[in-house]
């Protein structure tokens, strides 16, 4: 009988290997499509009355889930034998360290430090596994409490800010890179009103708490009071744009922004100059608001000041200044002479002018990066948002250390708070919107679609508690607005 060589046995060997891989991977694959078709089957077969596309969404998500904990499963098994390993090696060292045998106690705190630093990191991709999970059923819920109802195009550039008036009629108010501020119905998203007063960007706009005469801001190195008469449209139906939230998100090009060139602002009554122009500032004013009363304004500029101003006379009442570079935003008091102005030298400062022979100011120091925007909430609290990343909440009687902080993966444009329901609107410079309590608990994400949200960097949010239809405002880079219908009931229980 013929004696088989070795490389011949080696050969057989590998080929066996290779073969058995192969049929291996052949039911693994067999068995995956088995058990995705045994699934479909069962949810096919069930009497529902879920639509197909929610039920196909559900099998998606749960597909996800199963994968996701396989995933965690093979790893939880692979830390395992490193821990086995790890304590295999310590036990071998406590016998052969200096030919002396080292204590149980000291093999017990160095094996016990070791597993610690390994548990730690299983704790670490659990969590990041699970979020991933918990990320899915947040986006699902936030669609049906987060509603896209009407947009706002018109501008041919960014949008830096909005806003919402404070008396009848209601309107929104828009503040363009394009020189112009436009005014529009909310109802209908039809422009009511255009301003080109200013020859530079439009930086910022506010709507005086008891008239019709808004305040904008500008590159220009000014501010503008102007008045505006306008008339509401009849309202027309609006389209349920929750029927396209179930889309994926996808990435979008500057191709897909909206077409300035058909916008429906260039028939629309406008404004050419202002009432009152406030010129005191050597740099860019990037932010404006009335302080209560609306018989003052302040102003924030680049030039590293922040000016107050007697709006009847347009005379200079106090130059506030301290801040060490640029300032980003400015913000008062709804009811107390107070005012808040953030830089970029990481700090926000409050100006306290309650008393007319007192003028004192605070220092908050408590983030990393440039201070996007500071905003008064109800009672004595702040919230600051930062390029570093986070949002902070402070209590004016204690400024040395912030009483929540909320840490997110985007640089934080201007917040704004929903007094009533002290929930914060977080816009984002990769395009999201996030909200979150005051206590820093995440509570949605507004839907972003190929087909609807912002396409580029979300400049600004506004909320508008009284508003039956839209509650809540965004701003973007890509020129337009979007008007949200948030349930906050909802929002809050779900919390």
């Given at each position: 009988?013929?004696?088989?060589?070795?490389?011949?046995?080696?050969?057989?060997?590998?080929?066996?290997?290779r073969k058995s891989h192969s049929l291996s991977i052949r039911r693994t694959n067999s068995s995956e499509q088995e058990r995705a078709g045994l699934q479909r089957d069962m949810l096919e077969?069930?009497?529902?009355?879920?639509?197909?596309?929610?039920?196909?969404?559900?099998?998606?998500?749960?597909?996800?889930?199963?994968?996701?904990?396989?995933?965690?499963?093979?790893?939880?098994?692979?830390?395992?034998?490193?821990?086995?390993?790890?304590n295999e090696r310590l036990a071998g060292e406590g016998q052969t360290v200096d030919g002396a045998e080292l204590s149980k106690g000291q093999l017990k705190t160095k094996a016990s430090h070791s597993t610690?630093?390994?548990?730690?990191?299983?704790?670490?991709?659990?969590?990041?596994?699970?979020?991933?999970?918990?990320?899915?059923?947040?986006?699902t819920t936030s669609r049906a409490i987060c509603q896209l109802v009407k947009e706002y195009?018109?501008?041919?550039?960014?949008?830096?800010?909005?806003?919402?008036?404070?008396?009848?009629?209601?309107?929104?108010?828009?503040?363009?890179?394009?020189?112009?501020?436009?005014?529009?119905?909310?109802?209908?998203?039809?422009?009511?009103?255009?301003?080109?007063g200013h020859v530079g960007s439009v930086n910022s706009?506010?709507?005086?708490?008891?008239?019709?005469v808004a305040l904008t801001a500008s590159g220009d190195q000014t501010a503008h009071i102007w008045r505006y008469i306008v008339q509401l449209p009849t309202p027309q139906p609006t389209?349920?744009?929750?029927?396209?939230?179930?889309?994926?998100?996808?990435?979008?090009?500057?191709k897909d922004e909206p077409d300035g060139d058909g916008d429906g602002s260039s028939d629309c009554p406008t404004v050419r100059g202002p009432l009152t122009s406030l010129k005191s500032h050597q740099g860019v004013v990037i932010a404006a608001d009335w302080l209560v009363g609306g018989k003052q304004a302040v102003t924030a500029s680049w030039d590293r000041t922040a000016n107050l101003y007697d709006v009847?006379?347009?005379?200079?009442?106090?130059?506030?200044?301290?801040?060490?570079?640029?300032?980003?935003?400015?913000?008062?008091?709804?009811?107390?002479?107070?005012?808040?102005?953030?830089?970029?030298?990481?700090?926000?400062?409050?100006?306290?002018?309650?008393?007319?022979?007192?003028?004192?100011?605070?220092?908050?120091?408590?983030?990393?990066?440039?201070?996007?925007?500071?905003?008064?909430?109800?009672?004595?609290?702040?919230?600051?948002?930062?390029?570093?990343?986070?949002?902070?909440?402070?209590?004016?009687?204690?400024?040395?250390?912030?009483?929540a902080t909320i840490r997110t993966d985007s640089a934080v444009n201007r917040i704004n708070v929903c007094v009533g329901q002290r929930i914060i609107a977080l816009p984002h410079d990769n395009r999201q919107v996030r909200l979150f309590d005051m206590s820093g608990v995440r509570l949605a994400r507004l839907p972003r679609s190929n087909r609807q949200g912002h396409r580029r960097m979300v400049c600004c949010s506004a909320w508008s508690e009284d508003h039956p239809i839209c509650n809540l405002f965004t701003c973007g880079f890509d020129r337009q607005a979007i008007g949200w219908n948030i349930n906050i009931p909802a929002l809050l229980q779900e919390k």
């Open positions: 009988m013929p004696i088989e060589s070795g490389s011949c046995a080696s050969a057989r060997q590998a080929k066996q290997k077969g069930q009497d529902s009355k879920l639509p197909s596309s929610v039920r196909n969404t559900l099998l998606e998500l749960f597909g996800q889930i199963e994968r996701e904990f396989e995933n965690l499963y093979i790893e939880n098994l692979e830390l395992r034998r490193e821990i086995d390993t790890l610690s630093q390994l548990s730690q990191k299983l704790k670490t991709t659990y969590k990041a596994s699970t979020s991933k999970i918990v990320s899915s059923f947040k986006t195009v018109g501008h041919r550039d960014g949008i830096w800010d909005v806003s919402v008036a404070k008396t009848q009629p209601v309107v929104l108010g828009t503040a363009s890179a394009d020189h112009t501020a436009l005014l529009w119905s909310i109802e209908t998203g039809k422009c009511l009103t255009k301003y080109v706009i506010k709507f005086h708490p008891t008239e019709q389209a349920d744009c929750n029927q396209m939230s179930g889309e994926d998100e996808v990435e979008f090009s500057d009847e006379t347009s005379e200079l009442v106090h130059s506030l200044t301290g801040h060490d570079q640029e300032l980003t935003h400015c913000c008062t008091h709804p009811t107390q002479r107070l005012v808040v102005t953030s830089s970029r030298d990481t700090t926000f400062r409050l100006w306290d002018f309650r008393d007319p022979s007192i003028h004192s100011v605070n220092v908050f120091q408590g983030h990393t990066d440039t201070v996007t925007s500071a905003v008064f909430t109800v009672g004595d609290n702040v919230v600051s948002g930062s390029d570093d990343r986070t949002v902070k909440v402070w209590d004016l009687k204690n400024m040395r250390s912030p009483i």
